[in-house]
């Protein structure tokens, strides 16, 4: 094929009908990035064209129809009123660019996870269609919660994993409650509205074909004959816990059944050839009195794996419990380990929605969180699906292009393996070597005297770094899986160890040798994100070697020059504002630059903690990036997993985090957490001494006890406690306890 002329063809094919030669645009545009073997990932492209392809949908249905009830982001992004509101003039797709917030509800081990949006949409099914609930009074006025002024929305942590919203209007009072729960072993997503009002009226369960992406094509919706259920598109079943009393179902041509909800007669099956069915159930409400209806919709035709009681009190025995007297960082903490828990049913995925598919970039820090915090089993789970993914090269692949992920995989094996006191099986032996071997071929060996000279190749890498680049992420992560590779086969395959390990000393000679070009260059130590780039928020990347891969010392100058350089310029408030690609506020990676700080020793890492956290939904989840004026979610999935994975790393290492052959005790506990009487307490949290468990006993006159017991994997390590505003104390051995007094700096 390749002796074939298609380039002249599509050429002349282009300049026959008067459109822009595809061939010289693509070079122009290939020009502004370093060349690749990979010019940009396929499955980014596929996922890109699906998206952008909703997006053409929307801006043929929704602009034309604005008289119909939409999803919240839709009545906010197009209301020319609202601070989300964004001009479409010359937007040839329109998506979800200012509210992408939504929360995943779920069974442990159960893949399916409905989301429910800000003021309570319930999505049952991936990209699927939606459910809503509305409140009409027989005086003509309707409670619809995406256009309600008023509304609170929360998430409950406790036994049953849900969803609550509530809306009003006047008076008028709807809210709708969202959960998974197992019945005879198949899991049921159930929607429950609640409705009171001062006059008579009707609560309308509804069944909108759009979700917080936009259109969801129904063609075909039918209810039964008993009323109490319907069947959409011949396969989904949405059952009723009463009879409808009053039926309606509407068309595109005939508009948004909103409209007909007080016509006489009533309608039980419904076919639209464009897609955009839509129905209605009523169920009267009596003045001054309360109205409940359930919806239930089975997710799957199998039954779970998990017995039917106490899931949820099983998942979470055992793993490292927070006890602190903030309640808003208990309540993040707290949902973060309910997210990590639903996201990882055998693999881990970054989102219930946009981004529910398979990463190793995103998995290495989902499965760090979730080892650290002793949810060993799901983290092992994820892991031995890892080598299905690796090619006959070695190549761990998720998707081409991605030079970072076999220096991912290596680490977070290592990680595990310490973190557990286990060694490495024999059938983890090849994957390893091959995966090693892999880094060792890929680095650009030829090159002599070029700045990326023996670093990998050009690669799109992290897709918030730019365009393609030699990126010193992609290759702090391969000296990192080079150390980990030597180190899980020191014993079963000393030749090979060895090898990696001298490879893994040269590579960081040739990283170090690019970046003293780069100081010369930029006339700072700070790390830019290639060898070719100046310092802008790319840079972020670059934060790798401290954190979490810890290549260098806490008080690396590149290092903390770097951070200085991204709190200086590239933040927004307290928040990392990535303008590459998210064109947001990024709480993951703010706290990546909190970690930095906080094995630096510099308090300004509880800053930033603080504004991750009040960057939280109210349902304790954060999109991946964050508008800067209306605070709603601008870019991929809203409930994002790699977010939670962070918090629960940053709570962790706050109380319990390794450096070097030391253990670093509560070197991030917030100061005023000691200004009341609780015990503050945190674990039993897995390290790569052992598992431990912190506490801290506040004292009145300023002495607090820290307490700690573990169980070590073999002799007890060295162990600081360093709480800040005290003096550290270098714990003697088998002590298991210490006695601060305050810093005479007061620092």
């Not at 949006?117 to 809503?132: I, K, M, N």
């Not at 209007?169 to 005879?184: F, G, H, K, N």
């Not at 009463?242 to 179902?249: K, L, V």
């Not at 307290?574 to 930095?596: K, W």
Request: net charge negative.
């Amino acid at each position: 094929m390749k002796w074939l002329p298609w380039r002249f063809v599509v050429k002349h094919v282009a300049r026959r009908h008067g459109f822009l030669d595809p061939i010289a645009l693509l070079s122009r545009l290939h020009g502004f990035a370093q060349p690749s073997e990979v010019g940009e990932p396929i499955e980014l492209l596929r996922a890109g064209v699906v998206f952008h392809a909703r997006g053409l949908i929307n801006s043929r249905v929704i602009q034309h129809n604005l008289d119909w009830v939409w999803p919240y982001w839709i009545e906010r992004q197009f209301d020319p009123r609202d601070p989300s509101f964004i001009p479409r003039a010359f937007s040839i797709t329109h998506i979800n660019l200012s509210n992408r917030n939504w929360t995943a509800v779920g069974h442990p081990d159960c893949d399916e996870l409905p989301i429910v949006d800000p003021r309570g949409l319930v999505t049952p099914f991936f990209d699927s269609w939606s459910l809503d609930g509305w409140l009409l009074a027989d005086d003509g006025r309707c409670l619809l919660p995406s256009r309600a002024k008023e509304s609170r929305q929360w998430q409950d942590v406790g036994e049953v994993i849900s969803v609550n919203t509530e809306s009003s209007m006047d008076d008028m009072e709807l809210s709708t409650r969202c959960w998974v729960e197992l019945e005879y072993g198949i899991p049921v997503c159930r929607f429950r509205l609640r409705a009171r009002s001062e006059v008579t009226g009707s609560l309308v369960l509804a069944l909108r074909p759009s979700n917080p992406e936009g259109i969801s094509f129904i063609n075909r919706v039918t209810l039964s004959k008993e009323r109490d259920s319907w069947t959409v598109e011949d396969e989904r079943s949405v059952t009723f816990s009463a009879p409808a009393e009053r039926h309606h179902i509407s068309d595109y041509r005939n508009g948004d059944v909103h409209i007909h909800l007080t016509d006489r007669e009533d309608q039980t099956e419904g076919i639209c050839d464009v897609g955009m069915v839509t129905a209605a159930a009523l169920f009267s409400v009596k003045a001054g009195e309360t109205r409940e209806i359930t919806a239930s919709i089975p997710l799957s035709d199998s039954r779970a794996r998990l017995p039917l009681a106490d899931a949820w009190q099983t998942e979470r025995e055992g793993h490292a419990r927070l006890v602190c007297p903030d309640p808003q960082y208990q309540f993040l903490y707290d949902a973060a380990i309910v997210s990590l828990i639903l996201h990882s049913p055998d693999d881990v995925y970054p989102g219930p929605f946009t981004y529910k598919r398979f990463w190793f970039r995103d998995a290495a820090f989902i499965i760090n969180a979730l080892v650290s915090i002793g949810l060993t089993r799901r983290a092992e789970r994820a892991l031995s699906r890892f080598p299905q993914r690796q090619t006959s090269r070695g190549y761990f692949r998720s998707q081409e292009g991605e030079w970072d992920a076999n220096g991912e995989v290596l680490w977070i094996l290592k990680r595990f393996f310490d973190l557990t006191g286990r060694r490495p099986e024999k059938h983890w032996h090849g994957p390893i070597t091959r995966g090693a071997q892999w880094i060792t071929a890929k680095r650009m060996r030829k090159e002599t005297v070029a700045p990326h000279a023996g670093l990998l190749p050009a690669g799109f890498s992290a897709e918030h770094l730019g365009p393609n680049d030699y990126y010193y992420w992609d290759d702090f992560w391969g000296i990192s899986g080079l150390h980990a590779a030597a180190d899980m086969l020191g014993d079963a395959r000393p030749e090979d160890s060895r090898a990696f390990r001298e490879d893994a000393v040269d590579f960081a000679k040739a990283v170090d040798r690019s970046l003293e070009g780069c100081q010369q260059r930029l006339k700072r130590p700070g790390m830019p994100a290639s060898p070719y780039r100046r310092l802008d928020a790319g840079a972020i990347g670059s934060l790798a070697v401290g954190y979490p891969t810890q290549l260098c010392a806490p008080d690396d100058p590149r290092l903390l020059d770097c951070v200085e350089f991204l709190l200086e310029r590239c933040f927004v408030g307290d928040a990392f504002y990535q303008d590459m690609i998210h064109s947001g506020l990024n709480a993951y990676l703010t706290l990546h630059v909190a970690q930095v700080l906080l094995r630096a020793g510099d308090s300004r890492y509880l800053q930033l903690m603080d504004s991750v956290a009040n960057l939280a939904s109210p349902t304790g989840q954060w999109p991946e990036a964050i508008h800067p004026g209306t605070l709603g979610g601008c870019m991929g999935d809203g409930h994002h997993v790699w977010a939670s994975a962070e918090w629960v790393l940053m709570i962790r290492n706050c109380f319990v985090r390794e450096e070097g052959e030391r253990l670093v005790l509560c070197g991030g506990i917030p100061g005023r957490w000691l200004e009341q009487n609780e015990i503050i307490s945190f674990g039993p949290a897995p390290t790569s001494f052992g598992t431990v468990s912190v506490s801290i006993t506040p004292d009145p006159t300023g002495s607090p006890r820290v307490e700690w017991t573990a169980d070590w994997h073999r002799e007890e390590p060295a162990i600081d406690v360093n709480l800040p505003g005290y003096e550290p104390v270098v714990a003697s051995p088998g002590t298991g306890s210490a006695v601060l007094k305050k810093s005479s700096c007061g620092s």
